[in-house]
């Protein structure tokens, strides 16, 4: 039987003497939460409950507490009974599972797996047999790469996390040699895996400066000693095999992608070389990690292959030792138990927020190449290290700003594996309430692809959302994403029909969101290279220790708006930084391109930057319109523009093909083909167009510029900020505070913008744009009041008078009295439901009804409502062609009639949306018109709402 429980207290280390000799251990007292064959696969423990049900932070803000409010108990179902969880039992971990208990600390999990029942003064005990295994923290999910690292130096594996893997042959070759590994596998021709490979690997060989020829023939050298080891195995019948299988473990907290998986067995594959007999203890540990994941998975692994691809291109007379590539070894038992040990350390550490020095492992620093990095990271930051420090210490502000962020991206962190252990703990129909996954797809068919690579088609069989979009890693399962045969898939198409492209042919009946950490690792190298290698001048800046300053610039670029016109000479003439806060409506996206073009004038190199490719590519396209004509290259809008002056501007979009608009695709950095045209085409640029994240990139970050533009900027976290800035000497935010602040899981210093302190900190960088130019008077003046301090206007009188008789074909005189006005409001009294409300989402549907005999498009109309949950209600009401969603969806778009669902009634039982600054997203969506719908008595519970019911009402 397995059990799982909170560590309740201190825990007792003892050595006794025993039939077998003296034997340790260590008594947890444990407050069990799950006891039964399913506990290893229950992750409700008593922490877990508490949290799941204060989530719904920021990102998920709606509707994210819809399901986590009942998803609480989604994880003790069947088998595992729950114990009243009151008192803790104890729980006894023999021998060199006390290793593990030395890390324990009050609060965090446990896990025991076949565990024995002992009955001690009448009290239930439970304590480890031989077949146990003990697992600390078992929803840390820990990658096998990481556990492979701490093994090697858990100093190493910190440092490899702060400063994340540069660009350089090695990691291009190695990443090469697997993708032609994978490609023998799935039967493609050898050199023409290595010819297409090598090829697609274009841009970043051109930044390393490597030729395609060169390259082509090392990879093809490493390849021989796969192809020798694979026409081994092509002898024996039986042989199976599949590859870079991805694989997740519920039970021990790890998870990974085995390069491949033959006749049940892991084998890695290394690039470099090997003369010893057997496998590296490092990489022996690696493989170990997937036996266990495959025996999770119902396999019996009892060997581990390890190909050292570099063997093959030794001469024998050159090289002693044994030079085969492939080495075998048995996998006993002892090294798995040593694998979850260390696995265990590493997850304790994380979990208590620990920085390792390098003294819990055995390694010897005079060997190791990171010595002199470690020493300079631990000088300074103050850091204890075996290698010792050197330098001097980060000022104190500096190392307090480490700290702070540092765990901030570590919560956030986890609050990604915990989005993982939801792939278990929640019933396939939770996931799908919740808007992770689409289910119940029916399987179309699949293809083989050239090159091995299969295509995928399901289709949909409700009209259900999710948060899954085009271009996104999924996971593709046959019906469950952990336990079933799943992969990893890349979403095609999406509509009714769904095209997925995948390594193996999945039968697929379910998509899942892929919790990923790409993020987070980038967060935290963006702060690294911002504190330890960045300007000294710029964070003399940004802690206060200096001020900005300006060049004074006279010219005028815009004439027919001040404020527009000072925000572009602030751009222009800044020397560190400059803010340009745009509230709804007032150009800044126009702003940004006349401020470009500008700089671009002066001979700058630019970097334009924002939170979503949406943004990148608005701001792209007005850019575009602004720096004069397109060369027309056999009818083909090219790339190259011309400024005013006539000359060539080259303008590259970096970004996948799924992420950037169509028509900005003719800009779009193809990283496939000659590495020098590729990189030529990069380095030529001056401007370069990619979102916050993609600068976070191992290509973007050899890119170096004068300037930084970051559109979306109050919707970063700091360190998301940095990713971009880091690559410029200067830069530029442009942003509005006062709407959706950074999409975060966990609350903590990522909530606030690096835009919205800087704002605070020297109001004197800034301008405020003032002049909107979308909507009616009448609509902006209660959000100009209660978020602008009454500063926003009408940009012109066109825009200050707008009304839906404007629009071709629609006459208020034919809506009834109430709607005539540009802003009304509906009293419903509501049907008293918390997270949905059938009254309005039915009022709603007459409203869209009254508008469409009135002569509006239904495509002119958008709903929002506070919580997913209602959204999903009323769009059972409405027609499809009427977009309804969350604030969050809606930001940064505009409508003619906009109508906002407050799903309230009786008393306000805390925010309605979160957030005031949401609801003024909501308000500054539309046009022409705007319709709230909700509960009098309720909204006029709080003194905003109240204000704003006063203003629709008057
Ligand atoms: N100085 C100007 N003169 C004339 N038209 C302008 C000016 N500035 C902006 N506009 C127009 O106003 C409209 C809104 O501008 P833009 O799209 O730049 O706004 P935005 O602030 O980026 O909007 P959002 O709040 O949606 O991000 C556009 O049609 C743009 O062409």
Request: aromatic share 6%.
């Amino acid at each position: 039987m397995h059990v799982r429980g909170t560590v309740a207290g201190e825990v007792e280390t003892k050595t006794v003497s025993t039939s077998y000799g003296e034997s340790d251990l260590a008594e947890v007292p444990l407050r069990i939460a799950a006891v039964g064959d399913e506990a290893a696969r229950t992750g409700a423990t008593t922490r877990d409950a508490g949290s799941i049900t204060d989530g719904g932070t920021s990102s998920d803000a709606e509707g994210g507490t819809i399901a986590d409010a009942d998803g609480s108990d989604g994880g003790t179902s069947a088998g595992a009974h729950l114990a009243d969880g009151h008192e803790p039992t104890t729980v006894t971990l023999w021998n060199k599972w006390t290793e593990s208990a030395d890390y324990l600390e009050p609060g965090m999990e446990l896990l025991v797996t076949d565990a024995a029942e002992d009955e001690y003064q009448g009290e239930t005990r439970y304590k480890t047999t031989g077949d146990s295994y003990v697992v600390v923290e078992p929803s840390f999910l820990v990658n096998v790469t990481s556990i492979r690292n701490w093994v090697e130096c858990p100093r190493l594996y910190y440092l490899n996390k702060l400063s994340g893997v540069p660009l350089n042959y090695p990691v291009v070759k190695g990443t090469l040699v697997h993708e032609v590994f994978g490609d023998l596998l799935r039967g493609r021709d050898l050199a023409e895996s290595i010819d297409a490979r090598v090829d697609e690997r274009g841009l970043e060989l051109g930044l390393l400066g490597e030729t395609a020829d060169a390259v082509a023939e090392d990879v093809r050298e490493n390849a021989t000693a796969i192809e020798g080891w694979l026409e081994q195995g092509r002898l024996t019948e039986e042989d199976s095999w599949r590859s870079e299988q991805l694989l997740i473990s519920e039970t021990f907290g790890i998870r990974g992608r085995a390069d491949a998986v033959r006749r049940g067995a892991p084998v890695e594959l290394k690039t470099g070389k090997n003369l010893k007999k057997e496998p590296r203890f490092k990489d022996k540990v690696q493989a170990a990690c997937y036996a266990l994941l495959l025996e999770e998975h119902g396999g019996d692994v009892d060997t581990g292959t390890l190909l050292y691809t570099k063997n093959s291109t030794l001469k024998r007379n050159e090289e002693t030792g044994d030079l085969t590539p492939a080495k075998e070894f048995s996998m006993g038992e002892g090294l798995l138990k040593f694998v979850v040990r260390q696995r265990n350390e590493l997850a304790a550490m994380e979990v208590a927020g620990d920085i390792p020095t390098g003294y819990e492992g055995s390694a010897k620093c005079e060997y190791c190449f990171e010595q002199d990095t470690c020493m300079v990271v631990s000088g300074r930051l103050d850091q204890e290290s075996k290698a010792g420090q050197i330098g001097q210490a980060l000022p104190d502000e500096e190392l307090e700003y480490f700290e702070r962020f540092y765990r901030a991206i570590e919560e956030e962190r986890r609050e990604v594996h915990r989005e993982y252990a939801k792939l278990w703990e929640q019933s396939a129909q939770e996931r799908a309430d919740d808007d992770r996954a689409l289910i119940d797809l029916e399987f179309l068919e699949k293809r083989e692809l050239e090159g091995g690579r299969w295509e995928l088609r399901a289709r949909r069989t409700s009209g259900a959302n999710s948060k899954i979009r085009e271009g996104d890693f999924v996971l593709a399962s046959d019906g469950h994403p952990v336990r079933g045969n799943s992969e990893l898939a890349i979403i095609e198409r999406l509509d009714d029909e769904i095209v997925l492209t995948a390594d193996e042919p999945v039968e697929v009946t379910r998509l899942d969101v892929y919790p990923s950490e790409l993020t987070t690792d980038r967060l935290l190298v963006a702060m690294h290279d911002f504190l330890l290698k960045g300007d000294e001048r710029r964070k003399d800046v940004l802690f206060g220790r200096a001020d900005p300053e300006f060049e004074t610039v006279e010219e005028t670029f815009i004439d027919n708006n001040d404020a527009q016109n000072e925000a572009v000479r602030m751009a222009v003439g800044a020397e560190d930084f400059a803010l340009i806060h745009g509230p709804p409506g007032t150009g800044k996206t126009y702003t940004i391109a006349r401020a470009i073009r500008a700089m671009v004038e002066r001979g700058e190199r630019v970097l334009l930057s924002a939170f979503t490719n949406r943004a990148v590519d608005n701001a792209l396209e007005a850019l575009l319109d602004q720096i004069g004509d397109v060369i027309e290259e056999d009818g083909v809008a090219s790339p190259t523009q011309r400024n005013g002056d006539g000359e060539a501007v080259d303008v590259v979009r970096v970004g996948s093909e799924s992420g950037v608009r169509d028509d900005m695709e003719p800009y779009r950095l193809e990283r496939s083909g000659n590495p020098e045209d590729r990189v030529a085409k990069l380095q030529n640029a001056q401007v370069v167009a990619a979102t916050t994240a993609t600068c976070g990139s191992r290509v973007m970050k050899e890119q170096a510029f004068d300037v930084a533009l970051v559109d979306e900027a109050a919707q970063l976290t700091e360190p998301g900020t940095h990713a971009a800035a880091n690559l410029a000497e200067r830069f530029v935010l442009v942003g509005d505070h006062e709407q959706l602040p950074p999409v975060v899981r966990a609350e903590n210093d990522l909530t606030e913008s690096l835009f919205e302190r800087l704002v605070d900190l020297y109001p004197e960088a800034g301008v405020m744009l003032d002049r909107q130019y979308r909507m009616n008077q009448r609509i902006q003046v209660f959000a100009s009041n209660e978020f602008y301090d009454g500063q926003l206007r009408p940009a012109e009188p066109e825009v200050a008078a707008r009304t839906l008789d404007d629009l071709e074909g629609v006459s208020r005189d034919t809506l009834p009295p109430e709607l005539r006005d540009p802003v009304s409001f509906v009293d419903v009294e509501g049907d008293g439901g918390r997270y949905t409300d059938g009254e309005e989402a039915a009022r709603i549907a007459d409203l869209i009804e009254t508008y469409e005999a009135a002569g509006l498009e239904r495509s002119d109309i958008g709903v929002i409502a506070p919580f997913r949950a209602q959204v999903s209600e009323i769009s059972k009401h409405v027609p499809d062609d009427v977009a309804v969603d969350t604030v969050d969806r809606f930001q940064g778009s505009s409508q003619e009639v906009i109508i906002v669902s407050f799903t309230a009634t009786g008393t306000l039982e805390g925010p309605i949306f979160e957030d005031y600054r949401r609801i003024n997203v909501a308000l500054t969506r539309p046009k022409r018109a705007l319709v709230l719908v909700g509960d009098s008595r309720a909204l006029a519970s709080d003194p905003v709402y109240k204000r704003m019911l006063e203003w629709a009402r008057a």
